[in-house]
């Protein structure tokens, strides 16, 4: 961290993965990551902090986080109505979130720069047997299967930036301009309960959000909270020299460095290793960052890397985004909870139920089903109850568009219909009614959570008595050595 500097990731040192090299012209690498570094900054430095401190309370059982959005945006999907229906989709799984969790929902967007992809093989085979360059998001090169799509185009870094300040900008309006209206949002919701199969499930739960609500008008209960909101931006740091390019100094914070490509920034599953290049680079900003927990990760690494991207223990900067997959959570997932705790990092803990579920469907096409999913989920929150910790967040993958791309959910996509709307560009979404599901099942087990408390404490998360519901008394280890 002393020699940090927003360059100091090439050293040849680290271990720098998933980095295209097959540039036909290098100089006009240069000329385009030349242009990003005169552009405007994305987001602001002092945005990123708030951030921080709405996941600080997210650490200490005051707050729940849903991440969401695609898991490769393409710059042709990028449409007006298309950012509408996403933003439109998380804040009503935010709405059922915030009344089941008790406490606020933080909203952070995979949205507005998710444009790199991390891939397992470096080329792909086309239908006649011909190898090309594999994906690897719009920020380098086009999903369409041929040699002159696949080979990266500097133009695209620039293209990237440009259509990540679009996103933004639209997203900026639509969060503060009266779409978040929370009455509105519930509104949909209840649209949503009617015409579901799970319908009568979902009424109960749907019911009671009415009557809080109609009660808050009555007594004309009422604050800005509840006609606009947040939704932050985040993004896998993927491609080290667009984040690089983007990364400045907070002239109202003693000069510190923020990737201002986003609010959030995280490192996923394939560059985590504690001597990765990109470990070493987000180790140097002061944003609030991710990093993605898989089931081969020891308890002494993690160790090691909390240190390294958390040495002052500062609660909100680092969220540990556990991916498991469903038949190993319960085992690999406990030791690292332990690991954490006893090294007091005051992370906020996070649970993605796509990325250790993802299998080929019968009809060939990449797919995760709604239960398995579901299934992860129910077992982290147990997890954590077990461990006395607050379980933080919900890490998805989803869109708000009509897509067929995950199975089940309760209006029964299955493997023949797989096919009909599939259109990722990379890992298969939840569409808008299956991540409605996710959100209602979430908020059963969140409840059921509440109930059940902690095994050393007892019922904690408190609906059960009176009064209505105190802040959970997790052992939630939040000491920072500083203070
Ligand atoms: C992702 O989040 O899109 C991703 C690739 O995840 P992971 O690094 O966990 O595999
Ligand atoms: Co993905």
Not at 47 to 73: P, T, Y
Not at 176 to 188: E, I, P, S, Y
Not at 306 to 318: A, F, K, V, W
């Amino acid at each position: 961290m002393a020699n940090w500097t927003p360059h100091s990731w090439r050293d040849e040192s680290f271990d720098l993965r998933q980095q295209p090299t097959d540039w036909p012209d290098p100089d006009a690498l240069d000329a385009a990551l030349k242009e990003l570094r005169g552009m405007p900054p994305l987001i602001f430095a002092g945005e990123a902090r708030a951030l921080k401190n709405q996941l600080a309370r997210a650490a200490s059982g005051e707050a729940f986080v849903l991440q969401a959005g695609d898991c490769a945006e393409t710059f042709e999907n990028l449409t007006a109505d298309r950012v509408r229906d996403l933003l439109k989709t998380v804040l009503q799984v935010a709405v059922v979130l915030t009344y089941s969790a008790g406490v606020p929902v933080v909203k952070i967007g995979r949205v507005a720069g998710q444009y790199a992809k991390p891939r397992s093989s470096p080329v792909e085979t086309t239908g006649d047997g011909a190898e090309v360059p594999t994906y690897r998001g719009d920020m380098i090169n086009r999903v369409h299967l041929s040699e002159e799509a696949r080979t990266p185009d500097p133009e695209n870094i620039v293209l990237a930036y440009h259509q990540a300040a679009s996103t933004l900008n639209l997203l900026r309006s639509f969060t503060k301009g009266g779409f978040a209206d929370l009455a509105a949002v519930h509104a949909w919701n209840m649209a949503f309960v009617a015409s579901s199969n799970e319908g009568r499930r979902y009424e109960a739960f749907a019911g009671r959000i009415d009557a809080a609500l109609r009660f808050m008008k009555t007594c004309q209960i009422d604050s800005p909270a509840m006609h606009e909101t947040d939704l932050f931006t985040s993004h896998e740091a993927l491609f080290l020299p667009y984040e690089e390019a983007l990364t400045r100094q907070d002239s109202t914070a003693n000069d510190a460095w923020y990737d201002c490509s986003a609010h959030m920034l995280w490192i996923g599953t394939r560059t985590n290793a504690l001597t990765s290049a990109h470990v070493e680079f987000l180790s140097g900003v002061g944003n609030p960052i991710g990093l993605k927990v898989g089931p081969d990760m020891t308890s002494q690494d993690l160790r090691a890397l909390c240190d390294r991207l958390d040495p002052d223990r500062e609660p909100g900067r680092l969220t540990l985004v556990s991916r498991m997959g469903s038949d190993l959570i319960d085992d690999r997932l406990p030791p690292l909870i332990e690991a954490v705790a006893e090294e007091s990092h005051p992370v906020v803990w996070m649970c993605d139920p796509m990325h250790g579920n993802t299998v080929t469907s019968q009809s060939g096409l990449k797919t995760r089903h709604f239960d398995v999913v579901l299934a992860e989920l129910a077992q982290y929150f147990e997890v954590h109850r077990r461990c006395g910790t607050w379980p933080g967040g919900i890490h998805l993958e989803l869109t708000g568009d009509n897509v067929t791309e995950c199975i089940g959910g309760s209006d029964q996509v299955r493997d023949d219909d797989l096919h009909l709307h599939y259109e990722t560009a990379c890992d298969p979404r939840l569409n808008a009614r299956q991540s409605l599901d996710l959100a209602f099942r979430a908020a059963e087990l969140l409840e059921a959570l509440q109930t059940a408390g902690t095994p050393q404490q007892g019922p904690v998360f408190g609906r059960a008595a009176p009064p209505a519901r105190e802040l959970p008394q997790l052992r939630v280890v939040h000491p920072n050595p500083r203070s």
